[in-house]
């Protein structure tokens, strides 16, 4: 199971990332049409349709997918003044609880988000722009996102709570 799990946040964090660079390939891209409609030998405008349109949806998509990665990863921010504070026989029960809490309201998200996916699947919902996309194929990504966050929270509420020790390690950034 660890491995499945670990296999799944970092999927989630490489597609993440691909989808970084394919917002990179598809801006650069306009930018040279841009450059070639200007200055070019072609008296017509050329334009990539939508591409600010699926530029944002790929933007959303990446960052929800890479919530879940970053935190198995310890890059995610973390107030431990407050957890310093606590006495050490309450560090276990102050980080369990917290992870609990989080894990609780990134279910929730995804509870709504899944309620606002299937409304926009039914009503045949479409984005405004020039090519005009079903709504609930980019906000599919980002229910998956917050799924994949809520199950890593468990899994850490749940390894926290085993193990009887922080399992969250911060990254260093040195």
Same mark, same amino acid.
């Given at each position: 199971? @660890?491995?499945?799990?670990?296999?799944?946040? $970092?999927?989630?964090?490489?597609?993440?990332?691909?989808?970084?660079?394919?917002?990179?390939?598809?801006?650069?891209?306009?930018?040279?049409? #841009?450059?070639?409609?200007?200055?070019?030998? /072609?008296?017509? #405008?050329? $334009?990539?349709?939508?591409?600010?349109? /699926?530029?944002?949806?790929?933007?959303?998509?990446?960052?929800?997918?890479?919530?879940?990665?970053?935190?198995? @990863?310890?890059?995610?921010?973390?107030?431990?003044? %407050?957890? #310093?504070?606590?006495?050490?026989? /309450?560090?276990?029960?102050?980080?369990?609880?917290?992870?609990?809490?989080?894990?609780?309201?990134?279910?929730?998200?995804?509870?709504?988000?899944?309620? +606002? %996916?299937?409304?926009?699947?039914?009503?045949?919902?479409?984005?405004?722009?020039? %090519?005009?996309?079903? +709504?609930?194929?980019?906000?599919?990504?980002?229910?998956?996102?917050? %799924? *994949?966050?809520?199950?890593? +929270? *468990?899994?850490?509420? *749940?390894?926290?709570? @085993? +193990?009887? @020790?922080?399992?969250?390690?911060?990254? #260093?950034?040195?």
């Amino acid at each position: 199971m @660890r491995k499945l799990l670990d296999g799944v946040y $970092t999927g989630s964090g490489l597609l993440s990332a691909g989808l970084i660079a394919a917002i990179c390939l598809l801006v650069t891209a306009q930018v040279l049409l #841009n450059l070639i409609t200007k200055y070019g030998p /072609f008296d017509i #405008n050329l $334009t990539i349709p939508s591409y600010a349109d /699926f530029a944002g949806y790929m933007l959303a998509a990446s960052t929800f997918l890479a919530l879940a990665y970053t935190l198995m @990863r310890g890059g995610h921010i973390r107030v431990t003044m %407050v957890l #310093n504070l606590v006495p050490s026989g /309450f560090r276990l029960a102050a980080e369990a609880f917290a992870l609990a809490l989080c894990a609780a309201v990134a279910g929730y998200s995804s509870f709504y988000m899944y309620r +606002l %996916v299937h409304e926009s699947y039914e009503f045949g919902d479409m984005s405004s722009g020039i %090519v005009a996309i079903p +709504l609930y194929i980019p906000q599919s990504t980002v229910l998956a996102g917050l %799924v *994949i966050l809520t199950i890593a +929270l *468990i899994d850490l509420t *749940i390894q926290a709570i @085993r +193990l009887g @020790r922080p399992v969250i390690v911060q990254m #260093n950034t040195e």
